[in-house]
């Protein structure tokens, strides 16, 4: 069946744009890693697929930030943006669209949006008078704060969620009505209880609507923010960073002029910090403009370094670039992809990272594509034939464990679609790993070394087993390239399978089996250039 014919076979997937008031960190790369694999993923089934992301420039956190690098903020912005840049080059992150909030595009589109909520009357000048919080960027009601001490021992209040200092403003400014929309933004949740995964998140936004919802401030005063887009016929002043910095997203699709058809089937990925901003305000806001609400809203969870919260003042943030040169750029893609769980916090050690590489892609995968290629299994180089006689269950050779293999290895495909879907990449990755195991074992226990390849019946066995363990890892390497773009590679060109042959089509596992011919039955392999994966030193890497 067809894979692209969803939605027109089109794909729109996000990440959150970040801050550039830092460098960037592991969970930044974690959410980009997530977006490519899907992006990847839809590629490799047909769709045609977009995938943005980008750089958040404007309001207080960054003007702030500037001003205490001594910076001019437009070139602290660009220095900061093009390391995130940077970084997702580094680690094959095949983004479509990099967006900066200060380019010119979207500040027409936010000043266009501003216009049309204006002219609804969803926009209206007001009083704000309540708690907010610098560095999220964020408004909080009397609820959401707690007393607090800081390090310099003042009482200080904070955001019950973040933990961040809040301050008391109180502002002429403009307001947006937000508690009109509470209606349809409970029936949108409770109509596709899939809109926002995982459930648990999910049910944590219907409980934050149950309660009060106020009116939103959309603006800040000049004097107290410069650094953002003013608000059209009143320079006095500047549009909210987040309803700003959500705005990309249309900008990207082509909003107001050509997003239809990618509006429709846009995913955002955000992690769990920002729900309520992707959750409440954005939606409220696109059913303000009369927009179509996004299609999903895959959150994650955090990463925690050596079980401890990641943060500056700690001095434990984990630099992904570092860590992308120290296990490579697909041994740290497969890490956070394998173990990351979307529902609950994971934890980051380095240990951790090199026993789980070590295992399955250097000895489990890798190991298992040298034993089929190796000259001792495979003299003549090539994609050996497969007699079917062996796997017939009436004097055949195969035990019930091989047949249970084919089976996994047969389903694997709908099983990864199924898990990706509900963005369960790790349970995905986790089938995978079992497939391999499962076809190492079954290498182990015919032991085709010892058959006697001068025997014609022993060396059609031989082949056999090397061709069903080639097909296998033929799927595995298909189904990997949205994880591990260049380990995939490397296995694929070593299997001879050409790149027009690495399709969502071409995942027809063991074809002789199932009666239909195998285009590479007796094709040669393809070069061999090197080990797949090579083993990680744990010596300089410290124990857990
Ligand atoms: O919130 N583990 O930007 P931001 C996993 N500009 N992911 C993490 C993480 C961690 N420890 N820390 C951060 C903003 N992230 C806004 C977004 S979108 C219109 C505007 C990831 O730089 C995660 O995706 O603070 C989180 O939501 C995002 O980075 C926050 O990045």
């Known amino acids: 069946k067809p894979r692209n014919t969803d939605e027109g076979g089109r794909f729109y997937v996000t990440t959150p744009i970040f801050y550039v008031n830092a460098s960037p960190h592991l969970g930044h790369l974690y959410s980009a890693v997530i977006a490519d694999c899907l992006h990847r993923f839809k590629l490799l089934q047909g769709f045609h697929s977009r995938f943005a992301t980008g750089t958040d420039e404007h309001g207080l956190k960054i003007q702030q930030a500037a001003e205490a690098a001594g910076a001019d903020p437009q070139s602290f912005c660009t220095e900061v943006s093009e390391r995130f840049k940077g970084l997702f080059d580094s680690c094959d992150i095949?983004?479509?669209?990099?967006?900066?909030?200060?380019?010119?595009?979207?500040?027409?589109v936010v000043e266009h949006f501003w216009s049309l909520l204006w002219n609804k009357g969803l926009i209206y000048r007001g009083n704000y008078e309540g708690w907010y919080s610098t560095q999220d960027e964020s408004f909080l009601t009397e609820t959401q704060v707690v007393d607090a001490v800081d390090s310099q021992g003042n009482k200080?209040?904070?955001?019950?969620?973040?933990?961040?200092?809040?301050?008391?403003?109180?502002?002429e400014n403009y307001m947006f009505r937000l508690s009109v929309f509470r209606p349809q933004l409970l029936d949108w949740l409770r109509e596709d209880p899939a809109v926002v995964q995982p459930e648990c998140f999910h049910q944590h936004v219907l409980k934050w609507l149950q309660q009060d919802l106020p009116d939103l401030s959309v603006s800040r005063h000049r004097s107290r923010l410069q650094w953002g887009v003013s608000v059209p016929n009143d320079p006095d002043q500047t549009i909210y960073v987040w309803l700003d910095a959500l705005l990309n997203y249309?900008?990207?699709?082509?909003?107001?002029?050509?997003?239809?058809?990618?509006?429709?089937?846009?995913?955002h990925i955000v992690g769990k910090d920002i729900i309520k901003f992707h959750a409440i305000y954005w939606p409220a806001f696109l059913l303000a403009a009369g927009l179509p609400l996004p299609k999903r809203l895959y959150v994650h969870s955090h990463w925690t370094a050596e079980g401890k919260k990641m943060s500056k003042s700690l001095g434990n943030v984990v630099d992904p670039l570092q860590s992308s040169q120290v296990f490579t750029t697909d041994g740290l893609r497969y890490f956070l992809l394998r173990q990351g769980v979307p529902d609950s916090d994971c934890d980051y050690y380095?240990?951790?990272v090199t026993k789980l590489l070590n295992a399955e892609l250097a000895d489990s995968l890798g190991g298992l594509l040298n034993r089929c290629t190796a000259a001792g299994l495979n003299p003549d180089q090539v994609y050996p034939p497969f007699c079917p006689e062996f796997f017939s269950r009436d004097g055949g050779r195969a035990v019930d464990e091989d047949y249970q293999m084919l089976d996994s290895v047969k389903n694997l495909p709908v099983v990864m679609e199924q898990h990706f879907r509900s963005m369960n990449i790790y349970k995905a990755l986790e089938n995978i790993a079992a497939c391999v195991r499962q076809t190492n074992g079954f290498v182990q226990r015919h032991a085709p070394w010892k058959l006697d390849k001068r025997k014609s019946e022993e060396r059609q066995w031989l082949d056999t087993i090397v061709h069903v363990s080639l097909e296998c890892l033929r799927i595995y390497g298909i189904l990997l390239q949205p994880v591990v773009p260049q380990i995939s590679d490397k296995l694929l060109s070593r299997l001879g399978v050409r790149s027009e042959?690495?399709?969502?089509?071409?995942l027809n596992f063991l074809p002789k089996y199932y009666g239909m011919e195998c285009p590479l039955t007796g094709r040669p392999l393809g070069q061999n250039s090197g080990v797949l994966f090579s083993r990680l030193e744990t010596e300089n890497i410290h124990k857990d």
Not at 94 to 108: A, G, L, P
Not at 163 to 169: F, I
Request: no cysteine.
């Open 94 to 108: 095949s983004y479509t669209d990099f967006i900066r909030t200060t380019e010119q595009r979207h500040k027409r």
């Open 156 to 171: 200080i209040k904070v955001s019950v969620e973040s933990g961040h200092k809040v301050e008391w403003m109180k502002e």
């Open 250 to 267: 249309l900008t990207v699709a082509g909003f107001p002029d050509s997003h239809q058809g990618w509006w429709n089937v846009v995913h």
């Open 350 to 352: 380095e240990h951790k």
């Open 501 to 506: 042959e690495r399709k969502w089509v071409n």
